[in-house]
């Protein structure tokens, strides 16, 4: 995971780079800083997302000695708040409106880096601890409910988990539909939604493996994975014309 992270900062630092009109050091350094616009749809989620974590992981220590068991997880959950920022609104997003490369790295870093190392971060502990006590006894309560219970097992088996991961790629890559992403701001946020949801979901298995999902089961999870979004990619690089009559 850490050589992935690497080559996808590696990646997004690139782009950044090659894009950047030639000119002084001082005249780059301004064109970053600008390119930082902070919407309030995204910039109000990310603080509040942040913001509960932090209640959380604070209210749970108070009630501990021994620090060290959440150094780790607040550790990956931090990284992988900083990665959604970088992705949904550092000048990588602004690149992405201009050019298709990029745009598409920003999905690579929603999948492949936010979202192992939010599930890596255990936050639904952290945020039921940010609830007050009695909004957390009502959490979960309906988090021990059968039908609760029985709906997650479902959603986050290896196969489903799998399954939605996919469907989410394949179905958002279809020209027409991708074509409205790049016009419309919502069905853009919509994409980008569905991405990392999928993708948390896709590694929660991986993260949290139970008996029936052993190293091979992994390893075919995570190889067939790499298989079909291969042939995508193929697909995309070699078809005859353009998919998408938008194409940043």
């Known amino acids: 995971m850490y050589w992935v992270c690497r080559k996808i900062a590696a990646v997004g630092t690139v782009a950044i780079v090659k894009s950047v009109p030639a000119s002084s050091v001082t005249g780059t350094n301004e064109w970053l800083l600008n390119e930082w616009t902070w919407p309030p749809a995204i910039l109000i989620p990310l603080l509040l997302t942040a913001a509960l974590y932090g209640l959380g992981v604070t209210r749970i220590l108070r009630q501990t000695s021994n620090s060290r068991p959440f150094l ?4 990956f959950f931090a990284l992988g708040w900083i990665s959604l920022v970088i992705a949904l609104d550092s000048p990588l997003h602004e690149l992405g409106e ?5 745009h598409m790295t920003q999905h690579e870093i929603l999948m492949l880096i936010s979202a192992p190392l939010l599930v890596l971060g255990r936050p639904l502990i952290a945020f039921l601890w940010a609830l007050s006590p009695a909004w957390r006894d009502a959490a979960a309560s309906i988090g021990r409910s059968r039908l609760f219970k029985k709906g997650w097992a479902v959603a986050s088996a290896p196969f489903s988990a799998w399954l939605l991961s996919a469907l989410a790629l394949w179905v958002w890559h279809i020209p027409w539909l991708f074509d409205q992403t790049l016009r419309s701001n919502w069905i ?3 994409q980008h939604t569905t991405f990392l949801v999928t993708a948390l979901i ?3 298995p991986v993260v949290n493996r139970t008996p029936a999902f052993d ?3 992994g390893l075919v999870y995570i190889f ?3 298989l079909h979004t291969s042939v995508l990619g193929a697909l995309l690089t070699f078809a005859p014309r353009s998919w ?3 194409e940043p």
Request: hydrophobic fraction near 45%; proline fraction near 4%; include cysteine.
């Open 72 to 75: 780790r997880p607040t550790l």
């Open 98 to 102: 201009q050019l298709f490369w990029v």
């Open 188 to 190: 853009h946020a919509a």
């Open 202 to 204: 896709f590694w929660w």
């Open 215 to 217: 190293y091979g089961g």
């Open 224 to 226: 067939t994975t790499i």
């Open 244 to 246: 998408y009559s938008c």
